[in-house]
């Protein structure tokens, strides 16, 4: 089955899209990835409303629109829509408190993803599964992480322990012991991914040249890891807020600190499963030559990338909408609760089906 | 098929269910119906975000709070949710706006109801269909009305013209020649309905008494209905804000004189069809006796009500959005073009699963 993955993430930069094949004992074969940067003026209305103040015509006209931008970004990907079976879209993020909160009388956790499915499913043709995250937090979770079953389908090894990790913003990891089951699976926040270091040289540190040239401020280095949250037990997140500018100005840390502030931190988490054998990186700090050394030199385990397995350290996240979308169109659950927090497993998402010439008699 | 739709209106005050059998020729026989209104502290709280500046925290909680009450709406009116097949939620509406405007640079037609239906889904273990309007807009259509839709499936007849008239705040009706196909259906707007008259004797005129005891103010009256827009030829729509607060003050209308603006301004939309034999009434409207008086003695149709078709004049938009999910089940379209302006015939909404417990392996 042919099915492509469409998101677009936290950074608000464009649409990442995965074209996949997927067999029936759930390999996945990428068969093409594409970015389509927004237009300025696109990024800027979707920073606008994302969580803040604005007119409810201003988000309901950007949900339409960002339905035509993710159905043209899946056109431009080149690959014949009429080979594509389904769609699976996550749309963009603009709301998500995935712990309740007090709300005239109730407690209610809640997310919001714009970019219009039945603008999409119109466009392509394609039957097109969107609002993932809304179905795990109507089962009691927190509607994240999602990427765990991810890891799970494509990582998890009989008889080797791994993690997965990924180093976006704020830094992730997947537990998957040796021969896991979905309830073994642990995920968590490690704490700062690239977030500290893109903001000490933005956009961000290619290569990590910047910290490989600098110099550890080793005191610093220490106060900070001594924050309560690295010894904290799983379950754990950090919010995005939380190592952004204030964080820079308050420590005024360096960007050899930040990168050894990254490093150790996920050191000390995945420090926790000694048994792990291989840490499979994905995100933007893959890409970072000297964090990726840092990690090589601090772990134990082999330390590579989801390249190794057919996945773009870019595109895990679209390939995971695909395998979500997948699940969901064969009536399967999605979501993992032993990461996300639900009650049990739900299946995800809401089928806009598209109209087939034949539907319209 | 056992389907249950919920739907709350512009009016805001409270979640109307309707429950309905539909055998396999579309037949409807209604089950049970009932009204769950808002407490009023949620009722503001819609209020303060639809076509208005809120956080999008508001409205995103909003929405699972919503979705958490139409399920709630469901389970009060007494029929085992066992027995039920489908629902199908429209939502509440916070913003409509059919008519494509620019916006960055683009055409974009938009519509965004709330009431989460992944929770409605998860509370109830029922497949929840809603989002019925974007799909219509997706594919050109102005998301609305879709009430022609049944209007067409249930008051067709093969000899008989026939004119369904709905009498919400405005006074919309769908004109069905004999023996009338999808194509043939004309709907719009034919002025003010219950708008004016509640605004003068607030909440509402009962059964039309003060309109009855008043006098009509004749030469206003005939100045106001020589606004072209009653002149003016189908498709057309008058907007909410045209007949409120505003054109009280201006026109110094009384509220006899109101009564008889929305009866003749129905009676000149109705008289471009002549060979209509029988007008058959829904909507607050159908119960204000006087009003009902008085189309009986203006128009040359006979003038009943809905109930005698077997559909409550309160109730048939929930009934409307039960048919729909009806039809999306089948992957059958639910617009009708000719009505909504949409380029064809499309399947509509988004369908929420559910979760079976066999889904979870």
Same mark, same amino acid.
Request: net charge negative; glycine share 10%.
């Given at each position: 089955?042919?099915?492509?993955?469409?998101?677009?993430?936290?950074?608000?930069?464009?649409?990442?899209?995965?074209?996949?094949?997927?067999?029936?004992?759930?390999?996945?074969?990428?068969?093409?990835?594409?970015?389509?940067?927004?237009?300025?003026?696109?990024?800027?209305?979707?920073?606008?409303?994302?969580?803040?103040?604005?007119?409810?015509?201003?988000?309901?006209?950007?949900? +339409?629109?960002?339905?035509?931008?993710?159905?043209?970004?899946?056109?431009?990907?080149?690959?014949?829509?009429?080979?594509?079976?389904?769609?699976?879209?996550?749309?963009?993020?603009?709301?998500?408190?995935?712990?309740?909160?007090?709300?005239?009388?109730?407690?209610?956790?809640?997310?919001?993803?714009?970019?219009?499915?039945?603008?999409?499913?119109?466009?392509?043709?394609?039957?097109?599964?969107?609002?993932?995250?809304?179905?795990?937090?109507?089962?009691?979770?927190?509607?994240?992480?999602?990427?765990? +079953?991810?890891?799970?389908?494509?990582?998890?090894?009989?008889?080797?322990?791994?993690?997965?990790?990924?180093?976006?913003?704020?830094?992730?990891?997947?537990?998957?012991?040796?021969?896991?089951?979905?309830?073994?699976?642990?995920?968590?926040?490690?704490?700062?991914?690239?977030?500290?270091?893109?903001?000490?040289?933005?956009?961000?540190?290619?290569?990590?040249?910047?910290?490989?040239?600098?110099?550890?401020?080793?005191?610093?280095?220490?106060?900070?890891?001594?924050?309560?949250?690295?010894?904290?037990?799983?379950?754990?997140?950090?919010?995005?807020?939380?190592?952004?500018?204030?964080?820079?100005?308050?420590?005024?840390?360096?960007?050899?600190?930040?990168?050894?502030?990254?490093?150790?931190?996920?050191?000390?988490?995945?420090?926790?499963?000694?048994?792990?054998?291989?840490?499979?990186?994905?995100?933007?700090?893959?890409?970072?030559?000297?964090?990726?050394?840092?990690?090589?030199?601090?772990?134990?385990?082999?330390?590579?990338?989801?390249?190794? +397995?057919?996945?773009?350290?870019?595109?895990?996240?679209?390939?995971?909408?695909?395998?979500?979308?997948?699940?969901?169109?064969?009536?399967?659950?999605?979501?993992?609760?032993?990461?996300?927090?639900?009650?049990?497993?739900?299946?995800?998402?809401?089928?806009?089906?598209?109209?087939?010439?034949?539907?319209?008699?």
């Amino acid at each position: 089955m042919r099915v492509a993955g469409l998101i677009s993430g936290t950074s608000v930069d464009g649409i990442d899209v995965a074209v996949v094949d997927i067999d029936t004992d759930g390999g996945i074969q990428v068969v093409a990835t594409a970015i389509a940067p927004y237009a300025p003026e696109v990024r800027s209305a979707i920073l606008s409303v994302s969580n803040s103040t604005a007119h409810v015509a201003t988000i309901a006209r950007l949900n +339409f629109l960002l339905g035509e931008l993710f159905a043209e970004a899946l056109v431009q990907a080149g690959v014949a829509l009429s080979s594509i079976d389904l769609i699976g879209s996550h749309g963009q993020t603009i709301f998500h408190q995935g712990e309740a909160v007090e709300f005239l009388g109730s407690k209610i956790a809640s997310t919001m993803q714009i970019g219009e499915a039945a603008v999409i499913a119109e466009r392509t043709g394609i039957q097109t599964i969107a609002d993932f995250r809304p179905s795990d937090i109507a089962a009691g979770g927190k509607g994240a992480p999602l990427v765990p +079953f991810l890891d799970y389908q494509l990582f998890r090894h009989p008889e080797h322990a791994r993690v997965a990790l990924n180093i976006g913003g704020i830094a992730n990891i997947t537990v998957l012991p040796a021969n896991a089951t979905r309830d073994d699976v642990i995920a968590f926040d490690t704490g700062p991914g690239n977030m500290v270091m893109d903001a000490l040289a933005p956009p961000f540190d290619r290569d990590g040249a910047c910290a490989r040239a600098g110099t550890v401020n080793t005191a610093l280095l220490e106060r900070l890891l001594a924050a309560p949250y690295y010894q904290r037990d799983p379950p754990k997140s950090c919010g995005r807020e939380q190592y952004g500018a204030e964080f820079v100005l308050e420590t005024g840390i360096d960007i050899a600190t930040a990168a050894e502030l990254t490093a150790r931190s996920i050191g000390l988490a995945i420090g926790r499963y000694p048994e792990t054998r291989e840490v499979i990186v994905s995100g933007g700090g893959a890409h970072n030559g000297y964090l990726m050394e840092r990690l090589g030199a601090l772990l134990r385990a082999r330390v590579t990338t989801s390249a190794e +397995f057919g996945i773009g350290v870019d595109t895990k996240e679209a390939i995971l909408f695909a395998l979500l979308a997948y699940q969901t169109y064969h009536g399967r659950a999605g979501n993992l609760p032993s990461a996300s927090g639900a009650r049990k497993p739900v299946v995800l998402g809401k089928i806009s089906r598209g109209t087939k010439p034949e539907d319209s008699a």
